[in-house]
Nanobody, 124 residues
Framework: DVQLVESGGGSVQAGGSLRLSCALSGYTYSRNCLGWFRQAPGKEREGVAAIGGDGSTNYADSVQGRSTISQDKAKNTLFLQMNSLKPEDTAMYYC???????????????????WGQGTQVTVS
């Protein structure tokens, strides 16, 4: 079975940085879409950043310029580097995957069919 396990969340002051990681197991397909999503209490889940198997990326306007998505295919790990964090970035962050991708990789959660359990990010 494909499994995604997030880590790296935590509490940080506004202006700080965090690097989220997502370990992929049972998953070696090279043309996948991988993405980061977040959900704050009382809000819908939203796309943050996505990366395709060809390295193309897509970012939500709210994090553009402050975040970088990357992938280490050799280690089957997805990353999200977040800088200049704001209180409105507070949410549960999830990584997700799908075997089919487009260009640019989609940010809508409905495209993705494999999800991790999430890691909490709190910015104060």
């Amino acid at each position: 079975d494909v499994q995604l396990v997030e880590s790296g969340g935590g509490s940080v002051q506004a202006g700080g940085s965090l690097r989220l990681s997502c370990a992929l197991s049972g998953y070696t397909y090279s043309r996948n879409c991988l993405g980061w999503f977040r959900q704050a209490p009382g809000k819908e889940r939203e796309g943050v950043a996505a990366i395709g198997g060809d390295g193309s990326t897509n970012y939500a306007d709210s994090v553009q310029g402050r975040s970088t998505i990357s992938q280490d295919k050799a280690k089957n790990t997805l990353f999200l580097q977040m800088n200049s964090l704001k209180p409105e970035d507070t949410a549960m962050y999830y990584c997700a995957a799908h075997f089919v991708c487009f260009r640019p990789p989609p940010l809508h959660p409905s495209h993705y069919n494999v999800w991790g359990q999430g890691t909490q990010v709190t910015v104060s």
